[in-house]
């Protein structure tokens, strides 16, 4: 007997690594520090100010400096559009880009991004163990029940009330904006500007048409 198996109401998560992203990321570190000390109250939405978790003003998208940036990032969510069948007549057109800098210390809440069809994050600075982003099954009813699964299995994904993802340097990773997320605290033991998480995120929805 065949057992046939079908998967409805899947969570996508996307991820993409540049080649030679080191440039890029001293052009946009510079750029951000700048941006952080022009505007040092930022702005508090699923950041923890009180521990220095620092969130700019949700205008990047429109800076000059940051237009070839904020070009790859449309070219990758036009490829996962592309991927996820959406009319190609209404192509994606970013919302909002802001950027996000975690010192020792620094978290965000748990979250989602209202409003938008996919958001996303690209890391300019990485440095070790400094938090990794923590996608939750949406499912209210999965959380129910604890499912003992086989440890040993390659395969088994969709079981995982939980996905971590790796804060790397240069990756963008794209998700739905409807599914829920939180970062880790920062516990780098580097000292000084070397142990700041720094990241990009955005939000876009589909043109008009």
């Not at 951000?32 to 508090?44: C, F, K, L, N, T």
């Not at 070839?68 to 990758?76: A, E, G, P, S, Y």
């Not at 995982?160 to 990756?171: D, K, S």
């Not at 920062?186 to 500007?193: V, W």
Request: aromatic letters at 12%.
């Amino acid at each position: 007997m065949d057992l046939n198996k079908e998967l409805f109401f899947p969570t996508p998560i996307y991820f993409f690594d540049l080649a030679n992203s080191d440039a890029l990321n001293e052009f946009l570190k510079v750029r951000i520090y700048s941006w952080r000390d022009r505007e040092q109250a930022g702005i508090e939405r699923s950041n923890v100010k009180r521990v220095g978790a620092w969130h700019s003003p949700t205008t990047m998208d429109v800076l000059p400096e940051f237009a070839l940036f904020k070009n790859q990032i449309d070219t990758f969510v036009g490829m996962v559009f592309d991927d996820q069948r959406f009319d190609p007549k209404r192509p994606p057109r970013c919302q909002n880009m802001w950027a996000n800098m975690s010192p020792q210390g620094g978290y965000n809440r748990s979250h989602t991004h209202p409003g938008s069809l996919w958001s996303g994050v690209y890391y300019v600075q990485s440095p070790p163990d400094c938090g990794r982003i923590i996608f939750q099954d949406p499912r209210p009813q999965a959380h129910t029940m604890s499912v003992a699964t086989d440890l040993d299995a390659s395969a088994g994904f969709e079981q995982w009330p939980e996905v971590f993802h790796q804060a790397v340097a240069g990756r963008v990773i794209l998700f739905p904006s409807w599914l829920r997320h939180e970062v880790e605290a920062n516990l780098c033991r580097l000292s000084g500007r070397a142990s700041d998480r720094i990241s990009i995120s955005f939000n876009y929805t589909q043109s008009d048409g």
